[in-house]
C-alpha cells in the first residue's frame, strides 16, 4: 500500500522530543509510529488504550513522579519483589 496521505497535527514541542527520542531509541520513525496507531485504530475500531480521568491517588503518584518524588530504586530484581510482597 502506498504512502500517499498526510497528518499534519500540532502537539507541545516536550512531548514531541520525547517521544521521538524513544521511538528513535526503538529503531521506529515517527511516521511508521503514527502509521501503526492508526492501523491500530482500524484493527480495535477505537483508541488502542484505555483513555480515562485518573482518581485524585493516581494524579499524586503521577505529579509525584513528574517532580521526582515517589521513586524507588532496587539493586536487584529480588529487592523489588521484597518491596512488594511488603
Excluded at 22 to 37: Q, R, T, V
Excluded at 60 to 76: P, S, V, Y
Amino acid at each position: 500500500m502506498s504512502k500517499t496521505a498526510t497528518v499534519h497535527s500540532r502537539i507541545d514541542e516536550k512531548v514531541k522530543i520525547k517521544a521521538e527520542r524513544i521511538l528513535y531509541a526503538m529503531g521506529i520513525k515517527p511516521s511508521d509510529a503514527i502509521d501503526m496507531f492508526y492501523r491500530q485504530i482500524i484493527f480495535r475500531t477505537g483508541i488502542p488504550f484505555s483513555v480515562e480521568i485518573p482518581n485524585k491517588k493516581t494524579l499524586r503518584a503521577i505529579e509525584g513522579l513528574e517532580n521526582g518524588k515517589n521513586i524507588k530504586t532496587f539493586k536487584d530484581v529480588d529487592e523489588l519483589f521484597t518491596d512488594l510482597e511488603d
